[in-house]
């Protein structure tokens, strides 16, 4: 696949402040492996979005049997590496492909193709991004890194195209892509006001 977009990028991983410290005192991230998470299994990040990335852990302390406690943000160098990139049409035809495949495999099957949920759970985009890895994995390649844009949230004002939730996400795959983690300044978690 070639190599599009620019290698490095800033991420940032809403979770409980004790896991912050753990992971700035030099512990690995823990990849996410839920059947429903959009861009496949992978470590979390929001792409250039500290504040999307605190509020997503403020937000996961709300839901029933949480584990946030004293929501927090950590930053990391993140290298795309090899990318399956969302915003490419390279990548977007790769996606397509791999649905067809999947559907077709499941059909002969007689098995039913998964189903997004809601806009959060998105099991079908899983099984087709689960299935393109394992297709390029049986080509001896491997994919670093996923990224997408996720539109989320209600419309910015009436009659809006933009959303308020809007952001870049990106899912690692290979931990090695890590470069680096950081503390977040404050100032960079502000919020804008005229």
């Not at 753990?22 to 470590?43: H, T």
């Not at 539109?151 to 090695?176: C, M, W």
């Amino acid at each position: 696949m070639p190599r599009l977009s620019a290698s490095f990028v800033l991420g940032y991983h809403g979770c409980d402040q004790t896991v912050a410290d753990r992971l700035l005192a030099g512990d690995l991230f823990k990849a996410s492996e839920n059947d429903y998470d959009w861009l496949g299994p992978g470590i979390y990040f929001w792409e250039a979005n500290p504040q999307r990335g605190l509020d997503f852990a403020k937000e996961l302390m709300k839901r029933k049997g949480s584990k946030i406690k004293s929501p927090a943000v950590v930053g990391a160098i993140v290298d795309l590496s090899d990318c399956l990139d969302l915003m490419s049409l390279v990548s977007i035809d790769m996606v397509r492909s791999a649905y067809e495949s999947l559907a077709a495999t499941l059909t002969e099957a007689g098995e039913p193709l998964p189903t997004n949920r809601d806009s959060l759970r998105r099991n079908l985009d899983c099984a087709v991004i689960q299935h393109l890895h394992a297709i390029y994995e049986a080509q001896g390649d491997f994919l670093d890194t996923v990224r997408g844009v996720f539109v989320e949230g209600r419309e910015l004002y009436p009659g809006s195209a933009f959303d308020a939730k809007t952001h870049i996400q990106i899912a690692v795959r290979n931990p090695a892509c890590i470069k680096g983690v950081f503390r977040v300044p404050e100032a960079h978690l502000e919020r804008w006001r005229p």
